[in-house]
């Protein structure tokens, strides 16, 4: 199997909603993303499939050294090996990679936030960056639309915590920030057994009205010179935003399950940005 066909494998077998918005973008910038996504995808995987922390520690410790490695001509695994070639031309930097693994990293460390800005560091790290790299990847010509990509990642990271409420809960993880558990009177220990309340209810439309915030935030922050460029990012938008409002509309019903859009919907709302222009 070639690095090529390696990152092709991963993307695709991750399900993600993420696969539907390269599918429209040319060979060279698919290939870009289908690598950098893959990277992601492997480095999270570290956190995802933990059974012994130290292990993980090793594995993304493995990782920080492959990258700098790789940024020397030295990749070797196949992931690196796919990417390296779309650094230069598309603004990849070291930075970026690391960046990602130290978020992942804070995975290790930590299971609760105190308050939203402890939160929003992770969320940077994770998503933000992500969407800097990515907005890179897509064409980006304005200096502007960097924050842009970084307000949008967050908005994508948001709901997905609002969306997998329950399966952290099951790996005793808890996103959302304890001073908001208390403002709303949701117990930790409510959340980790998965129970329901009016103040879970009420909690979680909090959390939904920031993301709709960010989203709102990121939307206007995209520079028109760049809007056409960026439509994979939009296509994003449009189905983390309709998952959100798909949650919404079940009243928060997320600690026993994980709400998602089928395929054919993705689809649909991703062709809705890229022919129509529409979210």
Not at 41 to 49: A, C, G, K, L, Q
Not at 91 to 97: K, M, N, P
Not at 227 to 244: C, E, F, N
């Amino acid at each position: 199997m070639t690095p090529a066909q390696y990152v092709q494998q991963k993307a695709a077998a991750s399900g993600s909603s993420f696969y539907y918005a390269f599918l429209f973008l040319p060979a060279p910038k698919r290939a870009a993303i289908t690598a950098f996504y893959a990277f992601c995808r492997e480095v999270d995987d570290v956190i995802d499939d933990m059974v012994d922390a130290s292990v993980a520690q090793t594995k993304l410790a493995w990782w920080q050294s492959e990258v700098a490695k790789s940024f020397t001509g030295q990749p070797s695994h196949p992931v690196m090996q796919a990417l390296m070639p779309q650094t230069a031309a598309f603004g990849i930097e070291q930075r970026h990679l690391q960046a990602v693994i130290e978020g992942c990293q804070m995975d290790l460390e930590q299971t609760r936030y105190l308050d939203f800005i402890g939160l929003q560091r992770y969320c940077h790290l994770v998503a933000g960056v992500v969407g800097e790299v990515a907005a890179r990847i897509f064409g980006q010509t304005q200096a502007q639309t960097t924050e842009y990509a970084h307000t949008l990642g967050q908005a994508l990271q948001l709901t997905n915590i609002i969306r997998d409420v329950g399966e952290d809960a099951m790996r005793g993880r808890i996103y959302l920030p304890v001073n908001e558990l208390k403002q709303f009177d949701v117990k930790a220990h409510e959340v980790l057994k998965r129970s329901y309340s009016d103040r879970f209810t009420a909690l979680m439309r909090f959390q939904a009205e920031r993301a709709h915030g960010l989203y709102d935030q990121a939307l206007a922050l995209l520079p028109a010179e760049d809007r056409r460029a960026q439509k994979p990012g939009l296509m994003m938008a449009s189905i983390y935003r309709a998952l959100l409002r798909e949650i919404e509309a079940d009243n928060f019903q997320v600690l026993h399950q994980r709400i998602h859009l089928t395929p054919l919907r993705k689809m649909w709302l991703a062709w809705k940005v890229q022919a129509l222009g529409k979210m």
